[in-house]
């Protein structure tokens, strides 16, 4: 139904900036809400950022507020998350997703990409 695939992600350094872009495709993915997820190594699956299906709406992480934007180009069917200042507890597997809500109940985000690794160097 819904196919999605991460880029951008890569190593940089602590209080640098990184951009991760989601390509989407399938039936009416703009009526979808997107997000993104992460997961560190030994840590649970953790909530980063969702946009309501129009962008109108965002929510983030505790975490990752001031720092984070997320958003999204519905005619290039891409959802972006722009990091900046990042930090070493940043580092983590992103994953993206396509679903219900843009909160952080994982369980209604029904699509997932295969992930994009970033790391943060002190």
């Known amino acids: 139904q819904v196919q999605l695939v991460e880029s951008g992600g890569g190593p940089v350094q602590a209080g640098g900036s990184l951009r991760l872009s989601c390509a989407a495709s399938?039936?009416?993915?703009?009526?979808?809400?997107m997000g993104w997820f992460r997961q560190a190594p030994g840590k649970e699956r953790e909530f980063v950022a969702g946009i309501s299906w129009g962008g109108g709406r965002t929510s983030y992480a505790e975490s990752v507020k001031g720092r984070f934007t997320i958003s999204r180009d519905n005619v290039k069917r891409t959802v972006y998350l722009q990091m900046n200042s990042l930090k070493p507890e940043d580092a983590a597997v992103y994953y993206c997703?396509?679903?219900?809500?843009?909160?952080?109940?994982?369980?209604?985000?029904?699509?997932w990409g295969q992930g994009t690794q970033v790391t943060v160097s002190s």
């Open positions: 997703t396509a679903g219900q809500t843009y909160g952080s109940n994982w369980s209604s985000h029904n699509y």
């Open positions: 399938g039936r009416a993915i703009s009526s979808y809400a």
